[in-house]
């Protein structure tokens, strides 16, 4: 079992920065593929980016590829989505999950088998 804790969420400027931390309790955590996913007002839940267990590897959704970083501290049992630039179409309520086994398509939110409550980020422009 895995409990994930969002947190760092709030209002940002477009074009300013917001890092949110996702905690996770449990000792395993650092066999866990870990996720970050989205959903705005009225839209199906979108997958941003995802790290592998050991944070050799990671892929991002199209649109934040060069503004948001994945990264990892298995020491700390925490995941981290870093946002630079953030655009007014990035606001949404922000998930982190966990996976047993990378699905694939890293994309599929049914592939992931624990998820946290979210937190809200509001880009103003």
């Known amino acids: 079992q895995v409990q994930l804790v969002e947190s760092g969420g709030g209002l940002v400027q477009a074009g300013g920065s917001l890092r949110l931390p996702c905690a996770a309790s449990g000792r395993t955590f650092s066999s866990y593929a870990m996720g970050w996913f989205r959903q705005a007002p009225g839209k199906e839940r979108e997958f941003v980016a995802v790290i592998s267990w050991s944070g050799g590897s990671t892929t991002y959704l199209d649109s934040v590829k060069g503004r948001f970083t994945i990264s990892r501290d298995n020491a700390k049992n925490t995941v981290y989505l870093q946002m630079n630039s953030p655009k007014p179409e990035d606001r949404a309520v922000y998930y982190c999950?966990?996976?047993?086994?990378?699905?694939?398509?890293?994309?599929?939110?049914?592939?992931?088998?624990?998820w946290g409550q979210g937190t809200q980020v509001t880009v103003s422009s």
């Open positions: 999950a966990a996976a047993r086994q990378l699905p694939l398509p890293v994309g599929i939110a049914s592939g992931y088998d624990y």
